[in-house]
């Protein structure tokens, strides 16, 4: 049951950079995608989220972008700064009475200083 | 800031033994999940709660397992005879309201070890 996939398994950016995190699924009835981000030893931590109606969602150093058609969403960290070295997870649901969330199996980001 | 709280923080069982998993959602929140992620893949979901009742379960959440929200506070996962595939970290996450719009907020985890 591969609905979110994170095809990349880790990223290093340089501190100042760009970070971006990529994630594709194939339901199409999901509806509502977010983001966590995860240290060690923690919980996954909410970072953001985006409604199937919108195409991108902006919370700070953080923008999530949602292609519909291609059944993408990416994250963008920008500048990217060393605390944001963690792992993240794409995850989506699809309000049918359902309460789950799907997750992907995450992308190790390391933050180079 | 309020958080889910989660204990105990580790846990080591026997094979066979019965172990239970024991959270505090966010006060005010009314719907309550059980996610585990075994080492080195993905977080899954294994059950939903609300209204004292199990809303949503996975194919993972067999007559093993079950859930319980003995008070007005905790939210308990019982594992009845624990295997070697249990070993996990288990979360639990709670949220204001079901539907998708409503973000679910994890506890730090459960590690558990079935030797």
């Known amino acids: 049951d591969q609905q979110v996939k994170q095809n990349s398994p880790s990223l290093s950016v340089q501190e100042g950079r760009i970070s971006i995190l990529n994630c594709d699924y194939t339901?199409?009835?999901?509806?509502?995608f977010l983001w966590y981000k995860k240290y060690p030893a923690e919980g996954p931590t909410f970072l953001i989220s985006?409604?199937?109606?919108?195409d991108k969602n902006e919370d700070g150093r953080f923008t999530v972008f949602l292609n519909k058609s291609a059944k993408h969403l990416s994250l963008h960290i920008v500048p990217s700064q060393p605390g944001d070295s963690a792992v993240y997870f794409c995850a989506a649901s699809a309000d049918l009475g359902t309460y789950k969330y799907i997750f992907g199996t995450g992308t190790r980001l390391k933050v180079l200083a | 800031e309020p958080e889910v709280t989660q204990t105990p923080s580790h846990q080591v069982t026997q094979m066979g033994q019965e172990v239970i998993l024991r959270c505090v959602p966010i006060s005010n929140h009314l719907y309550f999940y059980w996610y585990r992620q075994i080492l080195g893949q993905k977080v899954e979901f294994l059950v939903s709660?609300?209204?004292?009742?199990?809303?949503?379960k996975s194919e993972i959440f067999d007559d093993q397992f079950s859930v319980e929200r003995p008070d007005g506070s905790n939210f308990t996962l019982k594992i009845r005879s624990t295997k070697l595939e249990d070993s996990a970290m288990y979360f639990c996450a709670s949220s204001l309201g079901g539907s998708s719009y409503n973000e679910q907020f994890f506890g730090p985890g459960t590690r558990l070890t079935v030797l």
């Open positions: 985006i409604s199937s109606i919108k």
């Open positions: 709660f609300y209204n004292n009742e199990i809303s949503e």
């Open positions: 339901n199409s009835m999901f509806d509502y």
